[in-house]
């Protein structure tokens, strides 16, 4: 009997072996240059009167949950991040970085609230932001 479970220990971790080699040679790469900057993008951040009109109704229509779209024309590439209904006003977005990598755009925001003390009104808002950089064909990713 004593035979028959050394031959059951080693039969486990032979298989045990075989697993992590086969995991071992087949795991996924990480590629990290995928999202390595390339370089940074000059934009534009768009006020409400100089949008292209197509793109004021998609804002108008979307506006009311958070969203992400991007928008083209011959002025350039609009991106705009909407962060949907809030309770009053007062509220701002800043850009923290806005770039270009390998494969892609890169764009990261960040809604900030009002101040405290800060008068914000009694109105629903729905803030979102609207940058213009060149046109470039790369997916923009948001972060």
Do not use: H
Request: aromatic content about 10%; overall charge negative; charged content about 25%.
């Amino acid at each position: 009997m004593r035979k028959f479970g050394n031959g059951k220990i080693f039969l486990t971790l032979a298989l045990l072996a075989w697993v992590c080699l086969v995991r071992m040679l087949t795991a996924c790469s990480v590629n990290s240059t995928a999202q390595d900057k390339v370089r940074d993008l000059d934009f534009t951040v768009v006020g409400e009167t100089d949008l292209p009109q197509e793109l004021a109704e998609l804002i108008t229509e979307k506006k009311a949950a958070p969203f992400k779209l991007t928008y083209s024309n011959d002025q350039g590439l609009y991106i705009v991040i909407g962060y949907g209904e809030q309770i009053t006003g007062g509220y701002s977005i800043c850009v923290n970085e806005l770039y270009l990598t390998e494969n892609s755009i890169v764009i990261d925001t960040e809604l900030k609230g009002p101040e405290k003390g800060e008068e914000t009104g009694v109105e629903k808002s729905y803030p979102y932001i609207t940058v213009r950089t060149e046109y470039l064909e790369n997916p923009v990713i948001f972060q």
